[in-house]
C-alpha cells in the first residue's frame, strides 16, 4: 500500500501517528441522508485521499454568494498583503480575537500559511468581524488543499454561504454570543446535571457556556475535530451543539464527585478536552452526540433568533468587538424575603439566558400590595417573563417561571383557559431544590415538531399577538410548533378570579408570595 499523498504543509510523522491511513476508498452515492450515515460513521476518516475529494465535493456544492473570492483571488492579493514579512512573524486579523492557529500537526511552512490565508480573508471580507473558529477551519482544510489558494478558495465558500437556513460559522460578536446563550439554553434542558455542578463550581455560569466553540475549534485533538467536522459539512451547525453537549456531559462523568483541578472550570474543561482521548474515542463522542434527542433545527432557530434580540436590547451590534456578557443577579442589586441571593442566582441559571441577562424588578409582593389576585394581575400585566416566589406557612418554598404576560388570559372571555409555552417551568427550593419541566423536554418522543409556518391570531380587545414567531419574546417550544397527542401536554399557565394554575394543578394555600420579572 502507498503511503498517503500528504501536501507540503503537513508534518507526515505526525499525521501518521494522529490519523493512521488505511488507504483509498471509493465514494459513490448521492444521496444526502446516506451520506449523513457515512459521515457518522467515519467511512472516509481512515483515507487521506478521500475525506479530500469529500471536501472538495462537499465544499462546492455550498450556495454562495454571486462573487466569492476564489484561488485566483488569493493569488493577485497574497504578495501585496503579506509583503516581505516572514509568514511566523504575521499577524492574526482581529476578527480571530486573540484565538491560536492549532498546530493540527502542520508544519512550520503550514503554520504560516494559515496565517496569511486569514490576512487575506480579512481583507475580502470586511464586514466579518468576530469570527475566533475560523483559524482551526483554515488550518484543517490546509491538510485536504492542494495549496494555499485552494485552502482560501474553500474557507471563502464558508463564509460566503448565502442559504439562509444553513448556518456554518459566526461571523459577528452577536452572532457569537447569541451561539453561546443558545447552548447554555440547551445545556440547562439536555444536561441539567452537568449544568447543575456548573452553577456550583462557577461565579458565571454563562462565561463557562461562552467557552464551548473553543472546545470544539482549538482544544479537541485533530482527529476528533476532523471527525466533527466530516459530520459538520453535511448537517450544519446543530452538529456543533450536539458535540458539546456530548463533551459537557462526558466531563461531569468523569468528574463528578471529584475536586476540580484548579479553581477555574473553565481551564479545567479545556484541559479535559486536549485529552479527550484518555477518556472517550472520537466514535463514542458522536456516538453520544447523536444519542441526545434535541429538538428541530427551527426550534434552535427561533431560540437563537430571541437570543440575538435580547443581544439587540442590550446595545450589542453586528459591529460589536467581544465584551462580557454576565448573569445580572448580584447581592447590590437584589433583595428578597423568600430566597437569597444563592437561591436565587440558582432559579436564574435555569431561565433561558436571553433573560438571565437582566436584573430582576419586584412586581408583586404580598407583603406590600396584599393577597389580592386582582391587584396581583395588576401589577403583573404587561411584564414577560414573571418568576413566581412562594413560601407556604410550612416553610417550603417553591415557585415557577412563566414565560408568557398574565393578559393573555383575557383572551378567553372570562372563562379559564391554558397558554404559556413548554419554557414554563415549577421548582421548589424547599425542603430540597428540584425543578419540574415541560414534559415534552424529558420525552421528544411523545411528539414530532410541526411545519412553522407563520401564524395570526386574532387579537383580544385587551391584548394583540403578533403574526411572527420571532417578535414574541418567548417563542421557543410554543404548542403550535408540535404535533402533541392531547391537550394535556400543553397545561402551561392559566389564572381566573379564584386561583393560579401552573402545569395543570392548583396551588397551595400561600403564606406570601412576590413576583419578579426581568427588565
Known amino acids: 500500500m502507498h503511503p498517503p499523498a500528504y501536501n507540503c504543509f503537513v508534518d507526515r510523522d505526525k499525521m501518521d501517528s494522529a490519523i493512521p491511513d488505511l488507504g483509498p476508498k471509493e465514494l459513490s452515492c448521492t444521496e444526502l441522508q446516506e451520506l449523513k450515515q457515512l459521515a457518522r460513521q467515519g467511512y472516509w476518516a481512515r483515507s487521506y485521499a478521500l475525506r479530500g475529494q469529500v471536501y472538495q465535493r462537499l465544499i462546492r456544492d455550498i450556495p454562495c454568494r454571486t462573487v466569492t473570492p476564489d484561488a485566483s483571488v488569493y493569488r493577485d492579493i497574497v504578495g501585496k498583503i503579506v509583503g516581505k514579512h516572514s509568514s511566523a512573524s504575521l499577524p492574526l486579523p482581529e476578527f480571530v480575537d486573540n484565538t491560536q492557529v492549532p498546530s493540527y500537526c502542520l508544519n512550520s511552512k503550514g503554520e504560516g500559511a494559515v496565517r496569511k490565508i486569514l490576512l487575506c480573508i480579512s481583507n475580502q471580507f470586511p464586514d466579518v468581524s468576530f469570527c475566533p473558529a475560523l483559524p482551526a477551519v483554515v488550518a484543517l482544510l490546509l491538510h485536504y488543499s ?12 464558508i463564509l460566503a454561504c448565502n442559504d439562509s437556513s ?36 462557577s461565579e458565571d455560569v454563562l462565561q463557562v457556556y461562552a467557552d464551548w466553540q473553543r472546545w470544539l475549534f482549538g482544544e479537541l485533538p485533530l482527529s476528533y475535530f476532523a471527525r466533527v467536522f466530516d459530520v459538520f459539512l453535511v448537517e450544519g451547525y446543530k452538529v456543533l451543539y450536539r458535540v458539546a453537549l456530548a463533551i459537557l456531559k462526558f466531563f461531569h462523568k468523569v468528574r463528578a464527585g471529584q475536586p476540580l483541578e484548579s479553581d477555574n472550570v473553565k481551564q479545567d474543561i479545556r484541559a479535559f478536552v486536549r485529552d479527550i482521548a484518555k477518556t472517550v474515542s472520537p466514535e463514542k463522542l458522536l456516538e453520544k452526540a447523536f444519542a441526545i434527542r434535541l429538538f428541530s433545527r427551527k426550534e434552535i432557530q427561533l431560540l437563537q433568533m430571541a437570543n440575538e434580540k435580547a443581544l439587540k436590547q442590550k446595545g450589542i451590534t453586528v459591529k460589536q468587538k467581544r465584551q462580557f456578557v454576565h448573569l445580572a443577579v448580584h447581592a447590590d442589586n437584589f433583595h428578597s424575603e423568600i430566597v437569597g441571593v444563592k ?38 400585566e404587561g411584564r414577560e417573563p414573571t418568576v413566581l416566589l412562594i413560601k407556604t406557612t410550612q416553610k417550603e418554598v417553591c415557585g415557577a417561571y412563566l414565560s408568557t404576560d398574565w393578559s393573555e388570559r383575557n383572551k378567553f372571555g372570562g372563562k379559564l383557559g391554558f397558554f404559556g409555552t413548554g419554557e414554563c417551568f415549577v421548582f421548589r427550593l424547599q425542603p430540597e431544590v428540584q425543578r419540574y419541566e415541560w414534559v415534552v423536554i424529558k420525552h421528544p418522543e411523545l411528539t414530532k415538531p410541526a411545519p412553522l409556518e407563520p401564524t395570526t391570531v386574532p387579537p383580544s380587545p385587551s391584548h394583540s399577538v403578533s403574526s411572527e414567531p420571532a417578535d414574541r ?38 403564606a406570601g408570595s412576590c413576583l419578579s420579572t426581568v427588565t
Not at 146 to 157: L, P, S, V
Not at 354 to 370: D, E, I, K, T
Not at 483 to 506: H, Q, V, Y
Request: proline letters at 5%; glycine letters at 4%; one cysteine or more.
Open 146 to 157: 492542494a495549496d494555499e489558494a485552494e485552502c482560501f478558495e474553500k474557507a471563502c465558500r
Open 166 to 201: 444553513r448556518k456554518l460559522v459566526d461571523q459577528s460578536f452577536l452572532a457569537f454570543e447569541s451561539s453561546c446563550m443558545t447552548f447554555g439554553d440547551l445545556v440547562n434542558k439536555y444536561c441539567q446535571a452537568a449544568h447543575k455542578l456548573m452553577v456550583a463550581v
Open 343 to 380: 437561591e436565587m442566582r440558582d432559579i436564574w441559571s435555569w431561565v433561558p439566558e436571553r433573560f438571565a441577562l437582566c436584573q430582576p424588578l419586584l412586581l408583586f409582593s404580598s407583603l406590600q400590595h396584599g393577597y389580592s389576585l386582582t391587584r396581583f394581575y395588576f401589577q403583573c
Open 473 to 510: 419574546l418567548s417563542p421557543f417550544l410554543a404548542t403550535r410548533h408540535f404535533n402533541l397527542p392531547s391537550k394535556t401536554e400543553s397545561l402551561f399557565m392559566a389564572g381566573g378570579s379564584d386561583c393560579l394554575i401552573i402545569g395543570g394543578c392548583r396551588p397551595p394555600r400561600l
